[in-house]
């Protein structure tokens, strides 16, 4: 539902922070979190073993997708970023699905026509159960079979596609899925996970090579969740995985950033955690650590694009101000020399949260399951306003101490 009065009662931006002309901003989904009666894939077979929760019809976005970005492009967003579900293109091995690339050519071609830059993300943690079958990112071959799938959505979608997102958090998946356990397919096994990891970047360079393949100046890169990890030992081995030996792997043309977290190690290993608490306590409120991973990433000399960043706030009492001050720190990155090129928040809307089914709502946009009835929250409003002026307005937000340490 589309609030006018908050829309045009909103401040403006005066003599606020100025982003480079051109900047992107937008929000992010993936289909898994938000399409819904996705049946063919690790994740839903999970459901059904009541390992996971189940999706059902999530936000129901695959029969929704028209008003939802009505509704960004009424928040002058001007990018979006959304994934492609693998398991509906090739719900068989070799074998396509006409239909389901006509309807991503629907969605991609709805969203050019109302101006947006898309972003588009071919592996968003899911897989066809075919691929499960076959050992899924532990098999050698699972490079071969993601190119293949890559190539037939190269020569379908790839002239609708700006950049191209080729797989989303490797890092954070292997050690999940196969370090941990926790996710599909519940491997334990921290040598699993490195194998799993260093074959899904050896997926990536497969993928950047296809696509450039059909489309030579096409932009490509993965998404990373990269954290701001200081103190120690455990600190310089934390980004040694998340940045240093990742990028030394792979071709990019730009690097994609999804930063949630921050993690501050005492006396060796032990983690600690600071900043104010959001409704999920694994997600603080910590502005400075978007800065100082963007200094970290600023060596590659390429654009960078925050494919992701937001809270659980169900409330919404804290995305206003969480926006606002991740978004002054990054426009100090920017001074800094950090070349980023946009912002995604996450999430457009409330979502699938994964092992977390519906707890927390991450959304721009609220979602009530029952009714799938869409209600904007006021912090979309604030952040319409910052894609509108490309710019932030005054802040009258409490110092960080990031910002109390640099004297702002």
Known sequence: MINKKSLKNSNKSGAGLKFPAGFLWGAATSAYQVEGEIENNDWAEAGRQGRVPKTGLAS?????????????????????????????IEPQAGKFSEETLEHYHQVLNFLKDNGFATFVTLHHFTNPLWFSSRGGWANPQASQYFGNYVAKVTQSLGHLVDYWVTVNEPCL??????????????????LKAWRVYKLLLAAHNRAYEVIHQYFPKAL??????????????AAKLSDYLEIDFPYRQTNNDFLGLNHYFHRKYRLGFRMEREGAQTDWKIFPIYPRAIYEVLRKLKKYNLPIYITENGLPDARDLKRESYIKSYLSEVHHAIRDGAQVRGYFHWSLLDNFEWAEGYKYRFGLIAVDFKTQKRTIRESAYAYSHICQDNGLP??????????????L
Do not use: T
Not at 60 to 73: G, S, W
Not at 220 to 233: D, E, K, P, T
């Open 394 to 407: 005054p802040l009258n937000l409490p110092l960080s101490k990031g910002e109390k340490e640099r004297g």
């Open 220 to 233: 490509v890169g993965f998404a990373q969740n990269i954290a701001y990890n200081h103190g120690g030992l």
């Open 173 to 190: 998946y292997a050690g999940l899925s196969y370090g941990r356990g926790q996710w599909p397919p519940f491997h334990r096994s921290y």
């Open 60 to 88: 129901d976005h695959y029969h929704r997708y028209e008003d939802d970005f009505q509704m960004a492009k009424y928040l002058h967003h001007n990018a979006h970023r959304l994934s492609l579900e693998w398991s509906r």
